[in-house]
């Protein structure tokens, strides 16, 4: 599987990583990639168009800050414990922006991430997990402080093969 994401920058790609180390005390494997925000996934990507449309995209992207908004799950069988982001207007922009643009040449992408069904979250741990312990690695996680603001430094596409960062394209080049 592949995604178009936005790799966070320092320090808080470390504080992301040291919470999910912490899905091991639940019985969780801590997510496998570098955190991230992700806009778009599918199967895979022709890489030559898509370098093209990130470029595009990255070049007419004004500087986009995000801010947490505490901790959420997906519910289910194997819940996803996660850092929820506050959707904003620049947020959602380039959200319809990546979709759009890559319409034309992948057919599938994967439906939670379409326009009406996107929740901008960062995923902390989500292989292992139930329900039970999903609750309880939440209520470890409520009070830990989660006021993050930052800057999305990039388009990234990501592969859950090694390596997984295939392309990079740095945000904000206005």
């Known amino acids: 599987m592949y995604g178009i994401v936005s790799l966070l920058p320092e320090p808080y790609q470390s504080e992301a990583s040291r919470r999910m180390q912490r899905a091991l005390e639940f019985g969780a494997e801590p997510a496998r990639l570098p955190a991230h925000v992700s806009f778009h996934v599918a199967a895979s990507y022709p890489m030559e168009e898509t370098r093209a449309a990130l470029q595009e995209i990255a070049a007419q992207t004004a500087p986009l800050t995000v801010h947490t908004g505490g901790w959420g799950v997906f519910p289910g069988p194997q819940p996803v414990v996660f850092i929820a982001l506050a959707k904003n207007e620049a947020l959602v922009t380039l959200h319809q922006r ?77």
């Open 98 to 174: 990546i979709w759009q643009r890559l319409a034309p040449w992948v057919p599938d992408p994967h439906p939670l991430y379409a326009l009406d069904a996107w929740v901008p979250h960062i995923t902390i741990a989500c292989e292992g997990l139930t329900p039970a312990s999903a609750s309880r690695m939440l209520a470890s996680l409520a009070f830990e402080p989660l006021q993050w603001h930052f800057e999305l430094p990039d388009l990234t596409v990501l592969c859950n093969d090694p390596p997984p960062v295939r392309l990079r394209v740095p945000l904000n080049t206005i």
